[in-house]
């Protein structure tokens, strides 16, 4: 898994060439957090990470940035952590930022979205399209898409029974609502303690 990968700056928790490509091309985050305007660069952290702090972490990134360039995670992370102080048994302070660093450089919501539509178009009828989302970012967009795509419910009456009609358009019958992980599976796997996973099924 590209993420588990040391060398490929995608954790703050591995020092490593901050990257964080998955196509290992392109702008990376090295080049992102030493060559992006205070402003724009805590706006990137605010919008990708929903950083609190992002305008504290932006300003002290480029007072950072003017001694030397940041060029791996382990920098990048103390600088953070001299914004917001370690917490034992909290989130890593570190995350919200490098998740918005990741985010930029590999476009991925607009990925995930071009993703939702591909696949909803190449689903068989009856066929489930389920989409496993790990922040409240992903979560929305694949909300959004499938409630978009269910078709409406309408009355004919308000004395008569509900009647259940879809759009023309539609493409999806049915759509979940969040599904989260038991206590037990987050015991055996931490990293599902963010997952939601939806589903819906093609018309």
Do not use: W
Request: charged share 30%.
């Amino acid at each position: 898994m590209q993420l588990d990968e040391a060398g490929r700056g995608f954790s703050f928790s591995k020092d490593a060439p901050l990257d964080m490509r998955m196509s290992c091309s392109g702008t990376s985050a090295a080049d992102i957090v030493n060559n992006t305007e205070e402003k724009d660069l805590a706006d990137l952290i605010f919008k990708y990470g929903e950083e609190k702090k992002s305008r504290r972490i932006a300003a002290r990134i480029v007072e950072a940035r003017q001694n030397k360039p940041i060029q791996t995670t382990k920098e990048l992370a103390e600088i953070i952590y001299s914004v917001i102080h370690k917490t034992p048994n909290a989130i890593d302070p570190a995350t919200r930022t490098f998740q918005a660093l990741r985010i930029a450089v590999n476009n991925e919501l607009e990925e995930l979205e071009n993703g939702l539509e591909g696949a909803a178009r190449r689903l068989n009828p009856g066929g489930k399209l389920v989409v496993v989302s790990f922040h409240s970012l992903e979560d929305r967009i694949v909300k959004t898409f499938f409630k978009n795509n269910v078709g409406s419910r309408r009355h004919i009456s308000r004395y008569r029974p509900q009647a259940e009609t879809m759009d023309d358009d539609s493409l999806f019958a049915e759509c979940s609502k969040a599904i989260v992980p038991s206590r037990q599976e987050t015991g055996i796997n931490k990293r599902s303690r963010s997952a939601k996973l939806r589903f819906a099924v093609k018309r």
